[in-house]
């Protein structure tokens, strides 16, 4: 009968403890995610990619993005080439390969969301058509690109419109517009603003002041590639992170790039002190 040597008993709880703070350690991974690329190309909008990050790394983690095709972006994702597909929108059919928060599709204001962003109409300067929040009024079709779940959240504020799914970027269809093509454009207000500042549309294309809708967008991550566990420690991040000094930074420098940033006001001229009088000795 084998018997167990005094000396090895003894290193049974300790390597046991090691094994168990082994197990309740984080797993370093580097995610391979694909990039909307809308969020490339405005300052503001890469200011989102850095919160992706940030949150990545304080989670243990690394981000390998990726900007391409939005509608490839997530049919990739589905078939397991992409860990992720962000920053992306919620709705029900996204909902069933990506993780979402539980609130995603209800609650614009959800703590774990990366970014609630304005969209906004476009058409021609020519026109003299304001968009007034009456959606039924705008000029159609409505352009939009191939691939996005915009043409489905238009949809919803009155099924009568006419939208027409075309081109692979906003960008294509700002170009339409140009060409005398009939109808308007809904596109995210931040990008659009960015892009419009172009010589070929400065001057040939208006955004409207009014908001047509609000859309939140997430870190959206794999359910075949990625744990409930490790999405929700990266998301938890998320709110801690817009509190801190780093991403006020982030967003300055983002807002100085774009033209967008405030005025800063000329501080106060301090108030003139007058010199403290030493006290007099006192009478001994």
């Not at 993005?65 to 939005?70: Q, T």
């Not at 058409?123 to 191939?146: K, W």
């Not at 807002?255 to 301090?270: F, L, N, T, W, Y």
Request: a positive charge; glycine letters at 4%.
């Amino acid at each position: 009968m084998f018997l167990m040597s005094n000396r090895f008993k003894l290193l049974l709880p300790a390597l046991a403890c090691v094994s168990a703070l082994c197990s309740g350690m984080v797993q370093a991974r580097e995610f391979n995610v694909c990039l909307n690329p809308r969020f490339t190309k405005d300052p503001m909008l890469k200011a989102y990619v850095e919160l992706m990050n940030l949150a990545a790394e304080k989670a243990g983690h690394t981000l390998s993005a990726v900007p391409m095709n939005w509608e490839d972006c997530q049919e990739m994702v589905k078939q397991g080439q992409f860990d992720g597909a962000m920053p992306a929108i919620w709705n029900d059919k996204r909902a069933e390969f990506l993780h979402m928060p539980a609130d995603a599709g209800t609650n614009l204001d959800t703590p774990f969301a990366l970014a609630k962003l304005d969209y906004a109409l476009i058409t021609p300067v020519g026109s003299s058509y304001e968009y007034n929040g009456v959606i039924t009024s705008v000029p159609q079709p409505i352009l939009v690109p191939e691939g996005y779940v915009l043409a489905k959240e238009i949809a919803k504020l009155d099924p009568s419109l006419k939208i027409t799914s075309i081109g692979a970027d906003d960008y294509d269809n700002f170009v339409r517009l140009t060409r005398g093509e009939p109808g308007s454009v809904i596109a995210l207000k931040q990008y659009a603003k960015k892009v419009l500042k172009k010589p070929q549309f400065r001057k040939t294309l208006k955004l409207s002041k009014k908001t047509v809708f609000a859309k939140t967008f997430f870190m959206a991550f794999s359910k075949k590639s990625v744990s409930a566990d490790e999405v929700m420690k990266m998301w938890k991040n998320i709110p801690v992170i817009k509190k801190s000094p780093a991403w006020e930074k982030i967003q300055a420098r983002a807002a100085s790039a774009s033209g967008s940033a405030p005025a800063v006001k000329p501080a106060p001229s301090p108030v003139p002190v007058a010199p403290q009088q030493p006290t007099p000795p006192a009478a001994t």
